[in-house]
């Protein structure tokens, strides 16, 4: 909603990748270069190995006017600025699957040549996605971990509460709803409230009640201990993909 679709210009290599944009009333090409001489703000979102050949192909064209954004996992914005001219205004950012429901968690990082107008045109547009917010670079790889790798800890924990449920006898497709709504309401309560989860999770157990014999099962099976654990290695992994 924040820029109409007649002035966003994706390109790819196949019609297979640009059926969605033009559904949306984006304009098509199958021209990188094209992209960067007809526009100011230029998104990069392809496979590690491939960014650097699009970088090579579109480095002539690129003015000290672009905007250059990167989603690539695992290339740093000192990569990106050495294979592109070095009045590029650079920025990198991570997004994670839920910004396609506006949803999304998001982090950015800029080079060098950007400068507070670019972040915070990047930020406002982001912002439409979901939670948007400006960090050091040293912490995408972390966010990686947290957030880009975490919804699928998430959609896990999902499935197995429905699981539960199912378990004890309810339906499956009611199951899934209600856990599903369940983790929306946990999640819009640690937002809005700002408390700690560990107060929220306290408010939660009475004496002697249900939660806290359920919360003693999930201590017993080391819940919060083999997540920290999942953060770890997802950020290591991302650390690694850099490196190569």
């Known amino acids: 909603g924040k820029v109409p679709a007649s002035n966003i210009l994706a390109s790819a290599p196949s019609d297979k990748n640009l059926n969605a944009w033009r559904e949306l009333g984006c304009r098509t090409t199958h021209c990188n270069l094209e992209v960067v001489h007809r526009s100011t703000l ?72 950007a400068g507070d107008e670019e972040a915070a045109l990047l930020k406002s547009l982001l912002s439409s996605c979901g939670l948007c917010e400006e960090v050091p670079e040293s912490y995408i790889d972390i966010h990686t971990g947290l957030s880009g790798s975490g919804v699928a800890y998430v959609y896990l924990f999902a499935e ?14 009611l199951a899934s709803r209600i856990a599903a709504q369940t983790l929306l309401g946990a999640a819009k309560m640690l937002l809005e409230t700002g408390e700690h989860p560990a107060k929220l999770r306290g408010d939660v157990c009475t004496p002697g009640g249900t939660t806290i014999y359920a919360l003693h099962q999930l201590e017993k ?13 997802a950020t290591n992994r991302a650390c690694d993909m850099a490196k190569d």
Not at 221 to 233: F, K, Q, S
Request: hydrophobic share 50%; aromatic share 4%.
């Open 221 to 233: 099976g080391a819940l919060r201990a083999t997540v920290m654990d999942a953060v770890e290695a």
């Open 160 to 173: 197995a509460l429905a699981e539960g449920a199912v378990k004890m006898g309810m339906p499956g497709a």
């Open 42 to 113: 230029v998104f990069l979102a392809t496979k590690p190995h491939i960014l650097p050949g699009v970088l090579e192909e579109i480095r002539p064209a690129v003015g000290s006017h672009h905007i250059v954004v990167s989603l690539v996992a695992g290339v740093t914005i000192q990569t990106l600025q050495r294979l592109l001219p070095p009045w590029t205004k650079v920025l990198r950012i991570m997004p994670n699957l839920p910004c396609v429901v506006q949803a999304g968690a998001m982090v950015f990082s800029r080079g060098s040549n």
